[in-house]
């Protein structure tokens, strides 16, 4: 069974491939900074084994913190 895999934006339901980090319209609103660390930090196939890199979720953490401090 596959599970859904959807936008990691905040409230944002749009359905995205597995390895994509969010949507078009919300990766594109990040910094390229923030896009670039995403991107410098995935392995391929973290998504399948579920192991993402400390390095990976420290980036996550970083993108979800920017977005948090853009809503106030």
């Not at 400390?54 to 979800?64: L, N, S």
Request: proline share 8%; net charge positive.
């Amino acid at each position: 069974m596959n599970k859904v895999h959807t936008c990691h934006w905040p409230g944002c339901d749009r359905r995205v491939p597995p390895a994509r980090w969010g949507c078009r319209v919300h990766w594109f609103r990040l910094p390229l900074v923030l896009r670039n660390r995403i991107c410098a930090t995935y392995v391929p196939g973290q998504e399948i084994t579920k192991t993402p890199s400390a390095a990976y979720i420290a980036a996550a953490e970083d993108v979800q913190q920017w977005i948090a401090e853009q809503q106030r």
